[in-house]
């Protein structure tokens, strides 16, 4: 596929990314209950990292250090963020565990700021405002409370938004393929490491609904939707990129609720708006109605 038809898929891809994700959150916190959680995610990424590197086997001929170290990076920082939100997922709504994952479109800005010394405008700070203000009442239980699992979910949002910064530096002039392969076998190896501190390897055997959560995690939300994500990003600039993989939020919570998986309350209903009017705020400056305004 070349430059040009990448270019073109680029936007459609980061929303296909986001509505797979947003399938995987019910399913993986039913999983949870048979599976360890490093276990899924080191089989989630190996298949994932040998599949990508089985399609793409004519790129590895470009292989250079920079390439791993590029790679190992990318891995260390998505592989935070991942097992930061399993975890996190283990103690709270797989809703809750979207929308906090999501806040990452609203933290970008700043880190931008960090790493290029680009001051964050007027609506950056508003978006950061309404952020906290939805996160304040999606987590009010008769009081403001945020439980372990909610707080995991927020430092993987973080993580992630580091991973768009870096996913941004070092796709330029670099295969994103290989780099995506690269990133994926990074995460594998943390979590298979990972295993021998908690239950690790199940040797008594899963029950078949597990593994087949645990195979369409590894194909379509990490090796198709991961690989849509990182094509995606080289493409398009981080701001609108973090607003279009944003959308995982609310499909995690619609298929939640289409499935039963949970039955959000009127405040956190409102909770979440408020959380996603902060990420269109924060990518969009709400030009749109500006210029409505104008018409």
């Not at 793409?56 to 920082?77: S, T």
């Amino acid at each position: 596929m070349n430059e040009t038809m990448l270019k073109k898929l680029a936007k459609p891809m980061l929303v296909c990314a986001p509505v797979i994700w947003g399938s995987t959150f019910f399913m993986i916190k039913d999983a949870l209950d048979d599976v360890d959680a490093l276990f899924m995610l080191a089989f989630r990424f190996t298949l994932a990292a040998a599949l990508l590197a089985a399609v793409f086997w004519r790129r590895w001929k470009d292989m250079d250090r920079a390439y791993v170290w590029q790679g190992a990076v990318l891995g260390l920082l998505m592989g935070a963020a991942y097992i930061l939100q399993t975890f996190g997922l283990m103690g709270t709504t797989p809703g809750k565990n979207a929308f906090f994952t999501a806040v990452y479109c609203v933290i970008v800005p700043f880190l931008y700021w960090a790493v290029d010394w680009k001051r964050p405008s007027r609506w950056n700070v508003l978006a950061a405002l309404l952020s906290v203000t939805g996160i304040g009442l999606v987590s009010w239980d008769g009081g403001l409370s945020l439980a372990l699992g909610d707080v995991l979910t927020l430092a993987a949002g973080f993580f992630l938004a580091c991973h768009i910064i870096a996913v941004a530096k070092f796709s330029e002039g670099r295969d994103i393929f290989l780099l995506t392969t690269l990133q994926f076998a990074m995460i594998a190896l943390m979590c298979w490491v990972g295993t021998a501190f908690t239950r690790g390897v199940p040797v008594d055997g899963l029950p078949g609904s597990a593994w087949g959560v645990m195979l369409y995690l590894a194909i379509g939300s990490t090796a198709v939707a991961l690989l849509f994500q990182n094509v995606g990003q080289k493409y398009t600039d981080p701001a609108s990129a973090a607003l279009l993989l944003s959308l995982e939020a609310p499909f995690g919570v619609l298929f939640s609720v289409l499935f039963g998986a949970e039955r959000p309350t009127p405040l956190i209903y409102l909770g979440f708006c408020v959380i996603f009017l902060a990420m269109v705020c924060s990518e969009t400056q709400f030009r749109f109605l500006r210029k409505a305004g104008k018409a």
